[in-house]
């Protein structure tokens, strides 16, 4: 009986270890867990918005939206670093060329060669400001050189002839290649203004070589040492007349019968005279005298056909 009581007085006592025992078994692989990082730790605090308990006899209240701000991420940096760009400048178009503004002197000429030679009217404005500029720069009357033009090409700026002739005044250019050097070569033998440069600059060194326009024009025309330039001279000069009247406002003598374009002049043909004939005078004053201390070389036979 004694022993009966005295595990009855121990059977509690029994009861409390083997239970406390239960419970460090099962806690303790918790603890290890949570020690390793392997279990993760309950939240401290409740959430900041705990969903409302329905209340008996009280509406639900609204529920609390809390915006938050959206954070857009950082565009990824690319490949190759932003080059900083300038602006382009505003580029503001030039004028266009201005149309050669005429004298009434050049207007009347340039008309006369329109109608007469058929030459467009864009055309022949530039002609004749290009021939008084060359021939004011060389000194010498410019009505000559048109004369010279109107003989040689009748105004045409493609004109080309047999011998190598080129352009308005007709320069051999395989003899003056040089001169068309400042213009870009002998291709600009067919642009007029470097035409009209290059053949009054030798119409000029021709004239002062042989003191006069006549003898100057003879050697323009290949014929310097003949004693007959088959009266290319005494044409050239009638035509310089012609000039000098048209743009005095008065009408010319005679006229001279227009050549189609593309059509090559023809050669000037020489006639024996039946008898003895007087040199011709040109009807007009004499040329202005020209003042250059040397004449320049000259290195051509001819400059015209």
């Known amino acids: 009986m004694r022993d009966l009581r005295i595990a009855k007085d121990r059977l509690p006592e029994q009861a409390e270890r083997s239970g406390f025992a239960c419970w460090a078994e099962m806690m303790a692989p918790l603890v290890v867990g949570l020690l390793l990082g392997l279990v993760p730790l309950p939240p401290l605090m409740p959430p900041p918005n705990p969903s409302p308990i329905p209340v008996a006899g009280q509406p639900l209240l609204a529920e609390t939206t809390i915006s938050v701000p959206t954070v857009q991420s950082a565009p990824e940096a690319s490949a190759e670093p932003l080059k900083a760009t300038k602006p382009s400048p505003t580029v503001t178009p030039g004028p266009a060329p201005a149309t050669p503004v005429l004298s ?76 068309f050097e400042p213009f870009g070569g002998i291709a ?22 042989a003191g006069s326009a006549e003898g100057g024009l003879k050697g323009y025309v290949g014929a310097a040492g003949n004693g007959n330039d088959g009266g290319y001279g005494s044409k050239v000069l009638a035509e310089r007349a012609k000039f000098a009247a048209v743009a005095a406002g008065r009408a010319p003598a005679t006229s001279v019968s227009p050549v189609a374009k593309g059509q090559s002049v023809p050669p000037v043909q020489s006639a024996a005279p039946a008898q003895p004939a007087q040199p011709a005078q040109p009807a007009q004053s004499a040329p202005p005298q020209l003042s250059l201390e040397s004449p320049p070389a000259i290195d051509r036979p001819r400059a015209g056909s």
């Open 104 to 179: 009434k002197e050049q207007h009347h000429v340039a008309d006369f060669i329109t109608r007469t030679y058929q030459v467009a009217a864009d055309q022949a404005g530039p002609i004749v400001v290009n021939a008084y500029r060359a021939a004011r720069d060389a000194k010498i009357d410019p009505h000559l050189v048109l004369a010279v033009m109107s003989i040689e090409s009748r105004f045409d700026s493609k004109a080309k002839s047999a011998r190598g002739a080129q352009g308005l005044m007709q320069v051999v250019t395989r003899v003056h290649a040089r001169r």
């Open 188 to 209: 600009a033998a067919f642009d007029p203004i470097a035409n009209i440069r290059v053949g009054t600059q030798i119409l000029k060194e021709y004239i002062i070589n």
